[in-house]
């Protein structure tokens, strides 16, 4: 996937600019089960996936609550931690084998101090609007899954049923139930 192609989803960039990306960004490969942050540590980059998924999640040492599900061709980070640069209170963890583009925040405010053209990946940190859709409205089971299938369409080809449920908040047998009926 071309640098064109990653940042098509959040504005125009010359060919300069893609060139300045691909400079400042990096590529990683993970195995399924590798951490890409740990619960504790500070986010200091986005991630951009190209192959592969993610999850992230919270853990009381006995129970993992999912806080998202990420897929391919979409940015991947810990808002919380990022953003206040504080101790990121979830970890991500490979589902399987995965490549992504590293963009480091230090990276990321050189790009904009080269090109005013990146102001436009501000965009990608917007995706926190999905869980909050999700959350903030009282939505049924059904409605929940509804519109996590149009957000994420591949998201349950990738994820298992558990994993889904707890994502959404919801028992797995329920979630089973919704989609029986779907």
Known sequence: MSAQEILASVGSFSAHDLLLFEEKTCRKIFKKNDLL????EVCQSVYFILSGSFFQFQSDGIVETIIDLHLPEEWMYNHPSLIDQKPSDTTIKAFEDAEVIELSLYQLHELIARSQSFLHLSKIFDQTN???Y????????A???DYIK???PF???VFPVKMIASYLKI???TLSRVRANY
């Open 37 to 40: 942050l740990r619960q504790g």
């Open 130 to 132: 999905h869980r909050t």
């Open 134 to 141: 999700l959350f903030d409205n009282a939505l049924s089971p």
């Open 143 to 145: 409605q929940k899954y």
């Open 150 to 152: 149009k957000a994420k």
């Open 155 to 157: 998201i349950v080809q």
């Open 171 to 173: 028992a797995p047998e």
